[in-house]
């Protein structure tokens, strides 16, 4: 990572609301937006690599080799992730006009593809952990990454709806967190219908 994007990431972990503003002050361009969301796909999926190792080991009646499984991961960590990052950026916005957001779909984009950068120091400790693990079967050690890994999505979490707050203009900062709540609301209710369809 460069210097600048270093800085940059604690800059937001240590205001994210000011961080978030300074992101917006530099202009509304996509390919910025699009850099984001690839950069954070690319860190989870260097910091998955490792659990989805274990979860290969672990689960697969017939495990995949190392590539296969690597391969798999890509796929799902940078294609699919990404994409749902984009609908959720996109269920944020919807979400936001409830509490009477005043963004669009790109400062929702920009807030959440930026916010899931910023979480990067928290994830790629999970992965390294989760590596820790691996390398010396300790289930203590997978608990603690377990830890991480939950500490680390709750801390996003909290970025996410701090950054709203700027995305979307709200008056009220706890408006933030109704959206990212209600988001996810919204996100379950989608996924348990499709669960059902498919049944």
Known sequence: MSTSLVSDIL???????????????RGYEEPRALMYVMLAGGLFFVAGIPRAIQGNMAQSAEPLDGSGVIISWFITSVVIVTLMRYFMAAVA???????GGRGSYFTSRLGFFWM??????????????DFAA??????????????????????????????LVETEGFERPIYGLATVILSLIVLAGLIGGLVLLTV
């Open 11 to 25: 800059h937001t972990w240590r205001s994210p609301r000011a961080a978030m503003h300074e992101q917006l002050a």
């Open 93 to 99: 916005r919807w979400s936001a006009k409830v509490f």
């Open 116 to 129: 899931s950068v910023a979480i990067a120091p928290a994830i790629l400790l999970a992965g390294m952990v």
């Open 134 to 163: 691996l390398m010396t079967g300790s289930a203590r050690i997978l608990y603690v990454a377990d830890i991480v890994n939950i500490a680390a999505q709750l801390m996003l979490l909290w970025l996410w709806s701090r950054g």
